[in-house]
């Protein structure tokens, strides 16, 4: 089993749309987990941590569920340049374990 | 904002060649890790580096890899002879403190083994 499952997409979308990523991991030792974005050929860059209490940052809202191990990440009000690969992201003994990543297209 | 830079950001080798990728952490940061990530594929995690050693490696990082922070400012990975499989991009990762979510990430250097 994957440690970090993601549904690969792609996530086709109309701007202003809300879309939501799913997350599942299998080490249930991971403490903290997180959201990160990459471009195209790029880098990842964090986008936010996730906690069980949830968080919200703008229009990214991300949640934790200990108890399923999944992890969410609902993004409102989408924008062309939210265009990108979502990865998910857990830490597990001080390294990052990424899933393979969510590709979501924000259409005009 | 202070960066991690990675050079080049594009390297080209033959089979069976070494290769050194260099990596300019963000000056006050203690931790360093490399990642590598094949096209189409997941970010894998390689090995984590602290106080001149290797805190931990993955099952990837074989005898063909090392690191080095030769002279405390560079930090470098070593592939000592290189396959066709070696091909991907690397990440150089730096943190202030333990904890890899604080990590901030290179640009990366594109390796193609020809």
């Known amino acids: 089993r994957k440690e970090v499952e993601q549904d690969p997409g792609p996530f086709n979308v109309p701007e202003g749309a809300t879309v939501a990523f799913n997350c599942t991991y299998s080490?249930?030792?991971?403490?903290?987990f997180f959201w990160y974005r990459q471009d195209c050929r790029k880098e990842p860059k964090l986008l936010m941590s996730v906690y069980s209490s949830g968080n919200e940052d703008g229009r990214f809202t991300a949640q934790l569920n200990r108890a399923s191990q999944y992890i969410s990440l609902l993004i409102r009000d989408s924008k062309l340049s939210d265009s990108a690969t979502y990865l998910c992201?857990?830490?597990?003994?001080?390294?990052?374990?990424f899933g393979s990543g969510t590709r979501l297209l924000v259409r005009p | 904002e202070p960066e991690v830079t990675q050079t080049p950001s594009h390297q080209v080798t033959q089979m069976g060649q070494e290769v050194i990728l260099r990596c300019v952490p963000i000056?006050?940061?203690?931790?360093f890790y490399w990642y590598r990530q094949i096209l189409g594929q997941k970010v894998e995690f390689l090995v984590s580096f602290y106080n001149n050693e290797i805190s931990e490696k993955s099952e990837i990082f074989d005898d063909q890899f090392s690191v080095e922070r030769p002279d405390g400012s560079n930090f470098t990975l070593k592939i000592r002879s290189t396959k066709l499989e070696d091909s991907a991009m690397y990440f150089c990762?730096?943190?202030?403190?333990?904890?890899?979510?604080?990590?901030?990430f290179g640009q990366g250097t594109r390796l193609t083994v020809v």
């Open positions: 080490n249930s030792a991971s403490q903290s």
């Open positions: 000056s006050n940061h203690l931790y």
């Open positions: 992201v857990a830490d597990s003994s001080y390294k990052l374990i």
């Open positions: 990762a730096s943190s202030e403190s333990e904890g890899p979510e604080r990590a901030f």
